[in-house]
Nanobody, 127 residues
Framework: QVQLVESGGGSVQAGGSLSLSCAAYGHIYSSHYMGWFRQAPGTEREGVAI????????YYADSVKGRFTISQDNAKNTMYLQMNSLKPEDTAMYYC????????????????????WGQGTQVTVSL
């Protein structure tokens, strides 16, 4: 069983920065996807940034490209998300997710393909 433990998040004014981290505990295959989804009230959970640990390939939602950076520390089985130039529309509950094995790039933001989830951490951006 894999447990994902998130840390970071909080409240910040627009234009500010926050960082999130997610540590994976338990046995997880070395080749896996880890990333962040977010969900604002009344909306569906959407993919934000995903990293494929085998190659380091990163995928970003259009809404965060150029502002968010995902990275990994394989030795620690930990993934990070640096969020800069935050906007009020980035306000949401952010969930860490992971899946083992390869998936087509067109499906990396499909939440149904992720079988491990964290508890979520709140990010609030105010004007």
């Amino acid at each position: 069983q894999v447990q994902l433990v998130e840390s970071g998040g909080g409240s910040v004014q627009a234009g500010g920065s926050l960082s999130l981290s997610c540590a994976a505990y338990g046995h997880i295959y070395s080749s896996h996807y880890m990333g962040w989804f977010r969900q604002a009230p009344g909306t569906e959970r959407e993919g934000v940034a995903i990293i494929y640990t085998d190659s380091g390939s990163a995928y970003y939602a259009d809404s965060v490209k150029g502002r968010f950076t995902i990275s990994q520390d394989n030795a620690k089985n930990t993934m990070y998300l640096q969020m800069n130039s935050l906007k009020p529309e980035d306000t949401a509950m952010y969930y860490c997710a992971a899946r083992e094995g390869w998936v087509a790039p067109s499906l990396v933001f499909s939440r149904d393909y992720y079988n491990y989830w964290g508890q979520g951490t709140q990010v609030t951006v105010s004007l």
